[in-house]
């Protein structure tokens, strides 16, 4: 992602390394330059169905009974019949993940430093993400010319709805991460705090969709945006003061060295937040 001119070189810049395996909550912990990442826990997938319709064509919508198999293979030979069973349903997928955020320890210094943090040093997150799924699942069964039946499964699946919901607790404030994407709705990301009123304290995330790329040190114009976000900036008021690029094995983030330490922290828990939502479910930043 390219950033807006001279935005760079007033920023601090926090590289993070993609999960190169994901079955364990441990291979999402890690640490940047000034920030770690710990003690995250990552709950099974749910899934539940709604609005089921079947529905069967050719002769397996018949009523035979086992003994009629042999009759039903024959006529669909005949015939050129290709029995059918088709499946249409939505499904609602949702799972829970939560980490803390706190100061990375120099491990130069670390002997000079406790290895406990105070509570106002850490962030606390809890996230859930969720999924809204129209799934369409076709069975063919049709005789191979030889008197055996040979079976082909097709899934087609359209994401119609996705959501995170977060809450980041840090010293003694609430702040709300909320992410929404609904049909042909534009993405809406926001984060806010629960317990002051004021657009001064709340920022505006807006996604960048790449319109150009990275080749030998220079960056080309692509012929057409690509489809999925390549980062988002987060505004508070109207001044940029972070920046998120989800590109590659080695996301980052750039934060404004002239915000405070406490904003820095809150701003890369919410990215961090949105790299791990994005590490569950890549789906969620292309169009629907």
């Known amino acids: ?33 000034r920030f770690a990442v710990r003690n995250v826990a990552i709950s099974p997938a749910r899934s539940e169905r709604h609005a089921q319709q079947i529905s069967q064509s050719g002769s397996n919508s018949l009523q035979l009974q086992n003994t009629d198999r042999i009759t039903r293979l024959l006529w669909d030979d005949l015939l050129g019949i ?34 406990t943090k105070s509570i106002s040093d850490i962030v606390e997150i809890q996230c859930q993400a969720g999924q809204y799924e129209a799934i369409d699942h076709l069975e063919r069964s049709a005789p191979d010319g030889k008197g ?19 809450e980041l607790d840090l010293d003694h404030t609430t702040w709300h991460l909320s992410v929404d994407r609904e049909g042909e709705q534009a993405l809406q990301i926001q984060l806010r705090s629960a317990h002051v009123v ?33 980062g988002l900036l987060f505004f508070q008021g109207d001044a940029l003061v972070a ?20 904003t820095k922290q809150l701003l890369f828990a919410a990215s961090y937040s949105l790299l791990m939502y994005d590490w569950l479910d890549p789906t969620w930043r292309e169009a629907l």
């Open 1 to 33: 992602m390219r950033l807006p001119e001279g935005f760079e070189i007033r920023t601090q810049l926090e590289t993070l390394q993609r999960p190169h395996a994901q079955f364990q909550d441990r291979h999402f912990e890690q640490a940047s330059s």
């Open 82 to 115: 290709q029995a059918t069973k088709r499946q249409r349903y939505q499904e609602t997928i949702e799972r829970e993940f939560r980490f803390q955020v706190m100061p990375a320890l120099d491990m130069k210094d670390k002997k000079d430093t406790k290895d």
């Open 148 to 166: 055996k039946e040979r079976n082909s499964h097709t899934t087609k699946r359209q994401r119609l709805d996705s959501h995170l919901r977060c």
């Open 198 to 230: 004021g657009a001064q304290v709340d920022f505006r995330i807006q996604q960048e969709r790449a319109s150009e790329f990275l080749l030998n040190g220079e960056w080309r114009d692509a012929p057409f945006p690509f489809s999925a976000a390549a």
């Open 243 to 262: 920046a998120l690029s989800f590109d590659g094995r080695a996301p980052k983030i750039w934060l404004d060295q002239k915000i405070e330490t406490r």
